[in-house]
């Protein structure tokens, strides 16, 4: 192994680390306990290697916001994996993402509710966005009727999805009644009336 592929290697791994003890703390703590000072003696590597390998806390949320992507990506192919036909599929991929959002509020507020330094819905996207979407996309896809736009319309169905999650997180709608929530959007979505 050369010096400059150990070098590489090491570099990859604090980088990894750092990401690591932010969304550690943040899950534990909220995203305001969350500081370069503080994530430099989590770590035990100095404030200036921090900086080193980003520009500061935001930079840091938006490596733990792709990575999440790439947590949630695994989750909806798995999702998909498990289902059989398109209506539920477009389901399991619904209860997939609601149930990685609440079971990690802070990842899921780092990709989805709290501002980052990354380009979404545009070309320049992170691949780990992209294909995010993608899985989505793919869900409600057979659902578009002809002259829809399939990427706006799972822009609505991510929306219906995205509100479920923060309205349930924040205690504005009931948990108990999210089963049933969630069923109403997959049926406005895929009526059963839909062919599979």
């Known amino acids: 192994m050369t010096i400059q592929t150990r ?18 703390l943040a899950e534990a703590e909220g995203w305001d306990a969350v500081t370069t000072r503080r994530l430099a003696a989590e770590i035990e590597y100095s404030q200036p290697v921090l900086y080193s390998h980003f520009k500061g806390k935001d930079a840091i949320m938006a490596a733990v916001a792709v990575r999440g992507c790439e947590e949630l990506t695994a989750e909806l192919r798995a999702a998909v994996a498990a289902a059989e ?11 997939a993402y609601t149930s990685f959002g609440r079971r990690r509020p802070a990842l899921y507020d780092a990709m989805f509710t709290h501002l980052v330094d990354l380009p979404f819905a545009t070309p320049e996207a992170p691949a780990a966005l992209r294909e995010a979407f993608g899985e ?11 002259g829809d736009d399939p990427a706006l319309l799972t822009e609505t169905y991510w929306a219906g999805l995205h509100g479920l999650v923060t309205l349930m997180r924040s205690g504005r709608l009931p948990q ?3 089963d049933r929530r969630l069923a109403l959007l997959i049926g406005r979505f895929a009526p059963r009336t839909t062919p599979d």
């Open 136 to 146: 989505l996309l793919r869900a409600v896809e057979p659902f578009a009727a002809a």
């Open 7 to 24: 070098r590489e290697r090491e570099r990859a791994e604090r980088e990894r680390l750092i990401v690591t003890a932010a969304r550690d």
């Open 176 to 178: 108990e009644a999210h």
């Open 85 to 95: 036909g398109a209506r539920e599929t477009l389901a399991a991929v619904g209860e």
